[in-house]
């Protein structure tokens, strides 16, 4: 019978991303000494044979190839319920460990447990080493007028601080926040006993949202440490099916304002946001080059969705 009682349980969810796949897995194990782990792969039936290159290249992963894509919510679910680790990191396939960081994410959730810490996250690097903004505030519908890059640029030129606007700082020092991308997401066992799993009815996109919402409801505190950097390339599956990829992002973040919010904040929302793709459609149609077709043609299907039954079957 096996004693082993690893410290994270590590799950990673992948679809198509079979050389990003490699990539991660490799830095997870050449750059985690300190700490035991035990690391899971959910394979959505991926049609690059991510499946069977962690069979023959990873032994050690604990593999879940599954035979359709159950999404992303519901495929780290697989996972965490049967994990051990008294910590767990959920992790994109796109991203490489560096300079120890799943090391780092453990030390420091240890020396700060008294701080009843909830989803701990890092510093996000482009491939090219520059910063990934990556926290965000929870929605709110007169913060989002100005948290914006056009309201960046005017409130800059009448004040050399805009450290309000969450989507411009620069990510530098240690806080408390109410969400990031969850391309890296380090919590205890503590949490996910007392928050759960993640709401499978999200497909892609908003589950990470959600997640940080029921744990700050839950009594945690999410926090990011700019000290542990990760490389994160991004959206390397999503990208691969553009114009449903879009639609699902609404998708899912109006199922989050369901969820969370109230039926005025949802529809005021829903209204913006038409009136937005609106404007982006007609500028794109005045383009010529392939990209400004293609844009074009993302946000007509966004559009007709908006307007479908589909969009209000959350």
């Known amino acids: 019978m096996s004693h082993f009682k690893p410290d994270v349980s590590v ?17 997870v194990f050449e750059q985690t000494k300190e700490v035991l782990l035990e690391v899971f792969v959910v394979d959505n039936n991926s049609p690059d044979n ?21 999404g992303f919510a519901a495929a780290n679910n697989q996972a ?40 701990l996250v890092c510093k996000l690097l482009n491939d090219d080493g520059s910063l990934q903004k990556s926290v965000n505030k929870f929605y ?19 004040s050399a601080s805009t450290r309000m606007l969450t989507s411009h700082w620069e990510h530098d020092e240690s806080r408390a926040i109410d ?3 969850g391309a890296v997401m380090f919590y205890s066992r503590e949490v996910h006993d007392k928050v759960g799993v993640l709401d499978a009815r999200f497909f892609i996109y908003a589950e990470e949202m959600d997640y940080f919402m029921r744990v700050s409801k839950a009594g945690f505190t999410n926090w990011f440490i700019p000290d542990v950097r990760i490389i994160h390339y991004g ?6 099916r553009r114009g449903a990829m879009f639609i699902q992002n609404y998708k899912s973040f ?49 559009i007709r969705w908006h307007f479908s039954k589909d969009s209000f079957s959350n």
């Open 50 to 70: 991510s499946a069977g290159m962690v069979a023959e290249e990873f032994p050690q992963v604990k593999l879940i190839a599954n035979p359709d894509n159950k």
């Open 140 to 158: 709110n519908f007169w913060r989002s007028f100005l948290d914006n890059r056009f309201m960046y640029n005017v409130l800059s030129q009448f």
């Open 11 to 27: 799950v990673i969810v992948s679809w198509n991303t079979k050389d990003l796949l490699r990539s991660c897995l490799k830095t």
């Open 80 to 119: 965490l319920e049967v994990c051990t680790g008294k910590y767990i990191l959920l992790l994109n396939p796109d991203t490489e460990i560096v300079d120890g960081a799943i090391d780092k994410l453990a030390a420091y959730y240890k020396a700060h447990e008294a701080k009843k810490l909830g989803v």
């Open 254 to 302: 109006y199922l989050f304002l369901k969820k969370h919010y109230s039926f005025l904040d949802l529809i005021a929302y829903r209204l913006r946001a038409q009136i937005y793709l609106f404007l982006w459609y007609f500028k794109f149609s005045l383009g010529s080059s392939e990209e400004d077709k293609l844009q074009k043609e993302v946000y007509w299907q966004t």
């Open 179 to 181: 969400w990031a991308y």
């Open 235 to 240: 959206k390397s599956s999503s990208r691969q």
